[in-house]
Nanobody
Framework: QVQLVESGGGLVQAGGSLRLSCAAS????????MGWFRQAPGKEREFVAA????????DYAESVKGRFTISRDNAKNTMYLQMNSLKPEDTAVYYC?????????????????????WGQGTQVTVSS
């Protein structure tokens, strides 16, 4: 089992940047494909970005492509989400998630139901 803790959220003006971190503990971090999701008030949780266990493959929601970058440092057991050119519509609670994968997996996962482990979330608020 892996425990996930997000950090780095906050209040930022439109056009600004934030870097979210997701620290993992409990099991070998590179056993997991990872993802970021977000949930705005009154809306369903939505996919933001995903990364394979090695970091070699990534993918993004159309709404964040070109603005957000997902990465991971397996030596530090940490995943990141660099968010640039933030918009008010990016306001949400951001969650990191982990999915156990096979040792040679290069897959990324877009569906929240694929992930077995979740952090508690960090609030991102973008003011206009």
């Amino acid at each position: 089992q892996v425990q996930l803790v997000e950090s780095g959220g906050g209040l930022v003006q439109a056009g600004g940047s934030l870097r979210l971190s997701c620290a993992a503990s409990g099991r070998t971090f590179n056993n997991y494909a990872m993802g970021w999701f977000r949930q705005a008030p009154g809306k369903e949780r939505e996919f933001v970005a995903a990364i394979s266990r090695s970091g070699g493959n990534t993918d993004y929601a159309e709404s964040v492509k070109g603005r957000f970058t997902i990465s991971r440092d397996n030596a530090k057991n940490t995943m990141y989400l660099q968010m640039n050119s933030l918009k008010p519509e990016d306001t949400a609670v951001y969650y990191c998630a982990a999915k156990t994968v096979l040792i040679n997996s290069g897959s990324v996962y877009f569906s929240a139901s694929a992930y077995g482990y979740w952090g508690q979330g960090t609030q991102v608020t973008v003011s206009s």
